[in-house]
């Protein structure tokens, strides 16, 4: 089985071409191909599969073997994969209210639904950065889904490990529980995340990120991630934690969120509601798994 190996800001994973690749088991094999001592080594597993409604359809497996609805990080990998080996072309234009629009774009499904992404494309025809409209955040907590009352769930208490924390909830397609703090290198995350990760309270267990707030136009996050533990990077957690930090007054619309593994660009817009994110995706190599 061929594969590629991509990362977004550190965030890695192997895809699989299933326009040409069968996989028969992806969850199995998202866990034995991640292991990262007896396998490829990534975050999981990334299927690039045709789709009826968009240019491609992406399903992602966690580290675990788990589905999970969504990847910032991996759709920007898929776009990239989807434009330079031809398995669509990228038509129109992509568009951010209120900024200049993008030269190219794709549609991608997802378990979120037909998400659209911009694409910057180079004189020798490669993506050097991508930009997905990653939808309204949900803030429901029924939908989220969280088992609290309330319209919203913005720094509500939680006990955790003897400690009060205050979390703010949201899903973009996927569960988030944020945390603001005054330093992030001080949590012990591989403590705290996993006991978040599965707290009665998430129902399908919850991606947990603790920020802190820089300025109105930056914060520093990290991540432990549902199914993967500690990564390098989030998308849909930064989108998460940039809509977090406007809900509770401590960002603008507009900021850059710097993760372990590189920056993204964010912006949660005000005439469609939509988070859109941007950053680059990076092909490693390509190989040969023997199944």
């Not at 299927?47 to 968009?54: D, F, M, N, V, W």
């Not at 930009?131 to 609290?148: A, E, R, S, T």
Request: charged share 20%; with cysteine; glycine share 10%.
């Amino acid at each position: 089985m061929r594969f590629t190996k991509m990362h977004g800001i550190g965030n890695d994973y192997v895809y699989v071409n299933c326009f040409r690749e069968k996989v028969r088991n992806p969850a199995k094999l998202a866990q034995v191909i991640s292991d990262r001592h007896k396998g490829i080594g990534a975050d999981g597993l990334i299927l690039i599969c045709p789709s009826k409604k968009a240019d491609v359809r992406m399903r992602m497996f966690n580290a675990d073997g788990s589905e999970a609805e969504m990847c910032g990080n991996g759709i920007r990998c898929v776009a990239k994969y989807t434009y330079e080996h031809k398995l669509a072309k990228a038509g129109g234009t992509f568009s951010i209210p209120g900024q200049k629009p993008w030269p190219a774009c794709l549609n991608i499904e997802t378990g979120r639904g037909v998400l659209a992404v911009g694409l910057v494309i180079d004189r020798k025809k490669k993506v050097q950065k991508v930009c997905v409209n990653m939808g309204q955040p949900i803030l429901i907590p029924k939908d989220i889904p969280v088992n609290l009352a309330g319209e919203k769930i913005i720094e509500r208490p939680i006990e955790v490990l003897g400690q009060s924390l205050l979390m703010t909830c949201v899903s973009m397609g996927n569960p988030h529980a944020v945390f603001f703090c005054d330093d992030v290198d001080a949590v012990e995350l591989e403590k705290i995340g996993p006991i978040i990760e599965n707290h009665q309270l998430f129902p399908n267990r919850t991606n947990v990120h603790f920020v802190k707030v820089i300025s109105p136009g930056e914060f520093v996050m990290r991540t432990w991630e549902r199914g993967s533990g500690i990564t390098m990077a989030c998308g849909t957690g930064a989108c998460a934690c940039g809509a977090a930090a406007v809900m509770t007054g401590r960002c603008g619309r507009v900021c850059t969120a710097h993760l372990p593994g590189g920056d993204l660009d964010l912006s949660w817009s005000q005439s469609d509601n939509c988070v859109y994110m941007a950053g680059p995706a990076v092909e490693v190599f390509e190989g040969t798994w023997p199944e």
